[in-house]
Structures are given as structure tokens and as C-alpha cells.
């Protein structure tokens, strides 16, 4: 099955963009998702399909993708954006398949 | 209100069933695929398994494959998920999520529930 990598943590400061990767050998043909995970909640989809934002999420999250990386990226960090977040993708077989998470510390 | 409440979670003994249900509210329920997925306490998301709205089309990970079924009943806007032959390695917290389409294929999951624990021990 599809594996996707992404970096453990990312530290960014308030105010800041942080950038988190996604990379797997079949992403350039699958859209990718991403999702914020705080502790105790549970996950809120954020962007879809690569680059697109569900109603209610703010605009400083956007979403690209190049080759076989979906990048996440948040502008002007805020504190309430420290979680961990997920890419997601469907892979073969009619299955999906989760990114191993990054942690994003807003220091 | 729009929701999913998961129940059925619990302790079991390696080896037995256990059946988790997801009751689904404030939208219309068979217009969309839905799914299974868990996160052991501490570590990360997995994807258990998936239905298309009509339960036509399934998918199940390769780590739950013949052993978890997963259903549902649209009638009852409601999803199952049945577990067999549970392992120590399916302790963890099972979440609902709704997906944005009717059928799998990327759209995003855009509705979870609070999710429900189960405990594998003796």
C-alpha cells in the first residue's frame, strides 16, 4: 500500500509561515487532504483536493502540489494553530492512506 | 445539529467481537460514503475502512482485512462497524467520518465524530 512522509515536527514562530510536505510515489496522481488534530478533539479537515478550503477554515491555510509532494502551509501562524496535522490521500485498492503526522509548534 | 455519535466501544479479551456504531444526524445521510478511522492513543491516524452510500462499494486496510466488516443502514442513518478476532493492536480510539462524496476517491473526510475507545486486554 501508499505510504506518505511527512516531517515529525515544524517549529514556527507567531506571525510566521510554516510549510509541511507530504511525499509519496503516487501522489502526483491523487489528491491530497489535510487535517488539524488538537489534542483531545478530533480531526478538522482543512483543505481538499490539494488546495481547496472547506467553509470556516481560515484563509492563512492553503494547500499545493507538485510531483508526488502536497504542501500545507499556514501564513501568519497563530497560536490555536499548534496541533498536529495529517495528509491524506486514497490510494490503491480503494483504500486511503495517512501521512505519519507533523506536530507544529508555534513557539 | 450536524453529527456523528459513535458507541459500542469498550473492553475486551483478545480473540472476541466487539460491534461499534455511528449514529449520523442533520444531514442527509445516504448521500454520502462513510468511514471508519482510528488512532491509538499517542501515535497516528489509520484509515480502518470505508462504504459508499449505496454499500456497493467497500474498502477495509490491509491490517483489519477478514476480520472487521464494516455496514450500514440508511434507513437508520446509521453506520457499523463489526470486529472480530480482536487484537492487541486494535486498541484505540475508532472515529466516524463522513465523507464529502458519495463514493470514495480523495474528496476529504468532512464530518467526524468524537470518536469511541476500545480497550483489548485481558
Known amino acids: 500500500s501508499s505510504e506518505l512522509t511527512q516531517p515529525p515536527s515544524v517549529s514556527v514562530s507567531p506571525g510566521q509561515t510554516a510549510s509541511i510536505t507530504c511525499s509519496g510515489d503516487e501522489l502526483g496522481d491523487l489528491y491530497a487532504s489535510w487535517y488539524q488534530l488538537r489534542p483531545g478533539q478530533s480531526p478538522v479537515l482543512i483543505i481538499y483536493q490539494d488546495r481547496k478550503r472547506p467553509s470556516g477554515i481560515p484563509e492563512r491555510f492553503s494547500g499545493s502540489s507538485s510531483g508526488n509532494t502536497a504542501t500545507l502551509t499556514i501564513s501568519g501562524t497563530q497560536a490555536t494553530d499548534e496541533a498536529d496535522y495529517y495528509c491524506q490521500a486514497w490510494g490503491s485498492s480503494t483504500s486511503y492512506v495517512f501521512g505519519t503526522g507533523t506536530k507544529v509548534t508555534v513557539l | 445539529e450536524v453529527q456523528l455519535v459513535e458507541s459500542g466501544g469498550g473492553l475486551v479479551q483478545p480473540g472476541r467481537s466487539l460491534r461499534l456504531s455511528c449514529a449520523a444526524s442533520?444531514?442527509?445521510?445516504?448521500?454520502?460514503?462513510m468511514h471508519w478511522v482510528r488512532q491509538v492513543p499517542g501515535k497516528g491516524l489509520e484509515w480502518v475502512s470505508g462504504?459508499?452510500?449505496?454499500?456497493?462499494?467497500?474498502g477495509y486496510a490491509d491490517s483489519v482485512k477478514g476480520r472487521f466488516t464494516i455496514s450500514r443502514d440508511n434507513a437508520k442513518n446509521s453506520l457499523y462497524l463489526q470486529m472480530s478476532s480482536l487484537r492487541s493492536e486494535d486498541m484505540a480510539l475508532y472515529f466516524c467520518?463522513?465523507?464529502?462524496?458519495?463514493?470514495?476517491?480523495?474528496?476529504?473526510?468532512?464530518?467526524w465524530g468524537q470518536g469511541t475507545l476500545v480497550t483489548v486486554s485481558s
Open positions: 467520518a463522513k465523507d464529502r462524496g458519495a463514493v470514495a476517491g480523495g474528496w476529504g473526510f468532512d464530518l
Open positions: 462504504i459508499s452510500w449505496s454499500s456497493t462499494a467497500l
Open positions: 442533520g444531514f442527509n445521510f445516504d448521500d454520502y460514503a
